[in-house]
């Protein structure tokens, strides 16, 4: 049993290692959690104490594989809340992240599995991301930014990087959502701009911050 903060941190050392694949140092992770290296500092010896972490001073930190289960329940556990949210309860897709943040500590693992069952077993969350397994089995989709792609080249919105408020009420409001067909129009190359065609919608022009935060299927 960890606390909150253990989970947070697991959970935050999971994605900032680019899940699991490099060290973190501590002054990222105390950015990322708002928080002060010394803080930091404490909680790793702390949770290396209790073999989640692979810690070495003035060098950051990895996750144990137990550390990598842990991170893998609770991403899968907040990831399962979103889509009940969304689906069930009729959040919009940047409501949810909030409220999951709190769900995502629920212990039961009972629990955890009813929902999935109740959910018919989602593979994705309503930001694209992937619901890890039971056991921790993680699918990525094949994915193409839209920055990276052509002029004539059409895909489908799988998922976005910024699962931040402010932008997803921004796709809302130019009608991009999971499941838009796009097809780019466009590419300015003084300021990296794209001009993109949303199907059954209208044609728009995007800036390269929101085409670098929009995965579409490959
Ligand atoms: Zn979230």
């Known amino acids: 049993m960890y606390s909150f903060t253990e989970e947070n941190y697991i959970k935050t050392i999971y994605k900032l290692s680019a899940n699991g694949a490099q060290e973190v140092s501590t002054n990222a992770l105390a950015d990322a959690l708002d928080t002060r290296a010394a803080s930091v500092t404490d909680m790793l ?23 990598e289960r842990v991170a893998l329940q609770v991403i899968r556990k907040h990831r399962l809340w979103e889509v009940f949210l969304v689906d069930k309860l009729q959040f919009n897709w940047d409501e949810v992240h909030e409220v999951a943040e709190e769900l995502e ?15 018919g077993y989602p593979r994705f969350d309503p930001h694209g991301d992937p619901i890890p397994s039971e056991t921790g089995e993680i699918n990525q989709p094949r994915q193409k930014l839209l920055a990276a ?14 699962s931040q408020p402010h932008f997803l009420k921004y796709l ?9 067909k796009v097809k780019v129009t466009d590419k300015m190359l003084y300021d990296s701009s794209m001009e993109i065609h949303i199907e059954g919608g209208t044609t728009i022009l995007v800036s390269s911050e929101v085409s670098n935060n929009i995965y579409l299927s490959a």
């Open 105 to 119: 500590h629920v212990t039961s693992e009972l629990l955890t599995k009813r929902l999935d069952e109740f959910l």
């Open 172 to 180: 809302d409001k130019i009608g991009i959502s999971l499941g838009s």
């Open 45 to 67: 010896r702390k949770l290396s104490a209790k073999n989640m972490v692979h810690y070495v001073k003035y060098r950051g930190v990895t996750l144990t594989e137990a550390g």
């Open 149 to 162: 792609m052509d002029i004539a080249e059409t895909g489908t919105v799988v998922g976005v990087n910024d």
